[in-house]
Structures are given as C-alpha cells and as structure tokens.
C-alpha cells in the first residue's frame, strides 16, 4: 500500500517556475514507477511526465519537454516535478501516481496502482 500526498502547487506567472512535491508513505516507494498526470477543466486526465524506480529513465509528453523535470528522492520517498516556464495552458489540477517498478516509463493511467488527491496549478499570463 502507497498514500500519496501532493504538495507545492497555486498561482505563478507564466515563464515563472514552480516545483511540486509528492510524498509517499510505504514500503514499496524505492522500487515503484513514479509519474505526474493533471486534468485541466473539462479535459480529461493526461500524462505528464513519468520516472523509473531507481530515476535512470525519465519521459516526458511533447508539450512539456525542456521545460518540467521529473525527479526522485528515495532516501526521502519523495517525487518531484520541476515546472520552470510554465506556460497559462499548463493550469490544471496536478496529481502524482505510483505504478509496480519497471524498467520502462508507465504513461497510462491504469497502469498506476495508487494516486494522489491532486495539487492546483495555476499559471497566469
């Protein structure tokens, strides 16, 4: 069992920079697949970037390449997205998800087991 709680998510101003952090309770958070999904109003939920359990091997979507880094603290149970130029279309509700450990990047929603309640980011123009 995973309980995930999000954290570091309000308002920023376009080409601003925020960091969301997702802390994790458990046993198992060193050998799980991490990722970030968000869900922007009226969308549906969408991957957004994803990390391996030992965080060698890190995907992101096209939209957010070169500008969020996904990384991992396992000492600390803890995962990271570093948003840096976030842009007003990156507004949307942010939530972190833990999947089994795979050598691969997880990007489908059901391919992760246990999710976070969800952090608001909202980035102004």
């Known amino acids: 069992q995973v309980q995930l709680v999000e954290s570091g998510g309000g308002l920023v101003q376009a080409g601003g920079s925020l960091r969301l952090s997702c802390a994790a309770s458990?046993?198992?958070?060193?050998?799980?697949?991490m990722g970030w999904f968000r869900q922007a109003p009226g969308k549906e939920r969408e991957f957004v970037a994803g990390?391996?359990?030992?965080?060698?091997?890190?995907y992101y979507r096209d939209s957010v390449k070169g500008r969020f880094t996904i990384s991992r603290d396992n000492a600390k149970n803890t995962v990271y997205l570093q948003m840096n130029s976030p842009k007003p279309e990156d507004t949307a509700v942010y939530y972190c998800?833990?999947?089994?450990?795979?050598?691969?990047?997880?990007?489908?929603?059901?391919?992760?087991?246990?999710w976070g309640q969800g952090t608001q980011v909202t980035v102004s123009s």
């Open positions: 998800a833990a999947g089994p450990g795979t050598v691969r990047i997880l990007t489908r929603e059901y391919e992760y087991d246990y």
């Open positions: 458990g046993r198992t958070f060193s050998s799980s697949a």
């Open positions: 990390i391996n359990w030992s965080g060698g091997n890190t």
